[in-house]
């Protein structure tokens, strides 16, 4: 029997790369996507934030009226102007279910222990992501206080604060949509949370107790949570 020639072999082996290539590029293409997907989920929820403010002059999820507005609400905040999570009464969950109560967000989210993604907190376009609130009320980020929507996993703590992202996925979205720093601007990126006190030891070069921080791009692994600013304290 004829073997295959060297030119034959040589087309069949540029064939080959030709269709890897492909894959590949067409697999950073969709990852190029969802990055740009998430910006734009977050844009779109501090733009019902912002609307929520104006309707009601109260944030969603301190709302104290909203039982009053909405019957089929778990449940109302104590209307003192912050998004709290504790004291029996978890605002931080709620603010998804009065914002989607309001019409100002897609879906239907009402509190329960749980915190699942999909029904009590926003899944997000990013694998295995969901978005939460924070109230710096103990400790600031980086030195900043205030309430910032965040970007998690339900890994680890379970309530949206684990580590989600590598280091180079949250610069990506920095630049995008703030200056590309993670201790800087209204974008900040941290070290997700493995446990209640244990922070991951990629994404940054330090822990939100540091004063600043730089993002550790050479780390592939998923370490980052991604907090939004949208309120001071």
């Not at 912050?82 to 009402?110: D, M, S, T, V």
């Not at 244990?198 to 050479?218: K, R």
């Amino acid at each position: 029997r004829q073997g295959f020639t060297l030119l034959e072999l040589s087309i069949v082996l540029v064939i080959i790369g030709l269709i890897i290539g492909g894959v590949t590029v067409g697999s950073e293409m969709i990852h190029s996507s969802t990055l740009q997907r998430i910006t734009t989920e977050v844009q779109e929820f501090q733009a019902a934030v912002n609307t929520f403010r104006v309707k009601y002059d109260r944030w969603p999820g301190d709302f104290a009226l909203a039982t009053q507005y909405w019957p089929s609400a778990t449940g109302s905040g104590n209307g003192n102007g912050r998004i709290e999570e504790g004291g029996g009464n978890p605002e931080y969950a709620r603010f998804w279910e009065h914002l989607a109560l309001a019409g100002l967000i897609k879906g239907n989210y009402a509190y329960n222990a749980s915190l699942d993604f999909g029904t009590v907190l926003p899944m997000s376009a990013y694998e295995g992501g969901g978005y939460t609130v924070d109230l710096t009320s103990g400790a600031p980020v980086y030195t900043k206080w205030g309430t910032a929507i965040v970007l998690g996993s339900n890994s680890g703590l379970g309530d949206g604060f684990g580590p989600l992202m590598p280091a180079e996925d949250a610069e990506n979205i920095d630049r995008k949509m703030d200056d590309g720093l993670p201790s800087g601007g209204l974008v900040y990126a941290e070290r997700g949370w493995i446990n209640g006190s244990t922070q991951d030891t990629g994404c940054v070069d330090g822990p939100e107790s540091a004063t600043s921080v730089n993002f550790l791009l050479s780390n592939t692994q998923a370490s980052c949570i991604m907090h939004f600013w949208f309120k001071g304290r």
